[in-house]
C-alpha cells in the first residue's frame, strides 16, 4: 500500500531511521496498546536524547499560532511521527486524540494539562528535553498543550494512526461542549 503522503520528507539521519526501523518492529507484532505504550516511551526517549537530526524545515515556528510537520507515516498509516513547533506562549485548545499517542521533548519545555470529560483538571506534566508523556482513550486522552519556555519549543509526536485525517474534537473549558476538526500537516 502507498503511504497518504508520497512526499513526506525523507530525514536521513541514523538516529530517526533507527527510531522508525524500531517503532515499526514493534508495530509488527501487534502488541496490544499498553505493551506499545512502554516499549515506544523507550524508543521515543532515545530519540529526543539528542537534538541533532531533525531539519531546520521542520522545525520552524509560525508566530501566530504552532506548526504540526508530518515527519513519518506508516504506509499502512499503523502510526505517524510528528513534529510540533511552538512560539513562546503559543498553545493548543484542549482536545482529544481518538488513539494512543507518544510526545516526546526534544527542545524547550512544554506543560500537558490533563482534563476529564466534564472539563476538571485532572493533571499537569512539565515535558523537559528527554522527557515522554502517553495519552490514549484508554489511560487519558483530553489536553491541552502550551509552551512554557521563553524560546521555540520543539516536540516529537507519535500516534496510533495518521492523526492528520482523524477526526477529534476540541473542547470548550467552561461548557465541555466539543466541536469536531482534522488537524492537518503544515508541510503537507
Known amino acids: 500500500m502507498m503511504s497518504p503522503y508520497p512526499k513526506q520528507p525523507q530525514i536521513s539521519a541514523i538516529p530517526f531511521q533507527t527510531f522508525i526501523a524500531e517503532f515499526s518492529a514493534l508495530v509488527d507484532t501487534n502488541a496490544g496498546e499498553t505493551h506499545i505504550l512502554q516499549s515506544g516511551k523507550r524508543l521515543l526517549s532515545d530519540l529526543v536524547k539528542t537534538d541533532d537530526w531533525l531539519p531546520d524545515s521542520l522545525a520552524k515556528p ?32 484542549i482536545h482529544n486524540h481518538m488513539v494512543w499517542g507518544l510526545l516526546g521533548q526534544l527542545r524547550g519545555r512544554e506543560t ?40 521555540i519549543s520543539v516536540s516529537i509526536h507519535v500516534y496510533g ?20 476538526f482534522i488537524s492537518g500537516y503544515a508541510n503537507a
Open 112 to 151: 500537558s494539562t490533563d482534563y476529564d470529560r466534564n472539563m476538571h483538571q485532572t493533571g499537569e506534566a512539565i515535558l523537559k528535553p528527554g522527557d515522554v508523556a502517553a495519552v490514549s482513550p484508554t489511560i487519558g486522552d483530553i489536553h491541552k498543550v502550551r509552551n512554557s519556555d521563553d524560546g
Open 62 to 93: 509560525h508566530p501566530q499560532y504552532y506548526q504540526q510537520y508530518l515527519l513519518y507515516c506508516d504506509p499502512e498509516a499503523r502510526f505517524c511521527v510528528v513534529s510540533f513547533v511552538w512560539e513562546p506562549g503559543q498553545e493548543t485548545p
Open 161 to 180: 494512526a495518521d492523526i492528520g485525517k482523524v477526526e477529534r474534537a476540541v473542547f470548550d473549558p467552561e461548557s465541555g461542549a466539543s466541536k469536531p
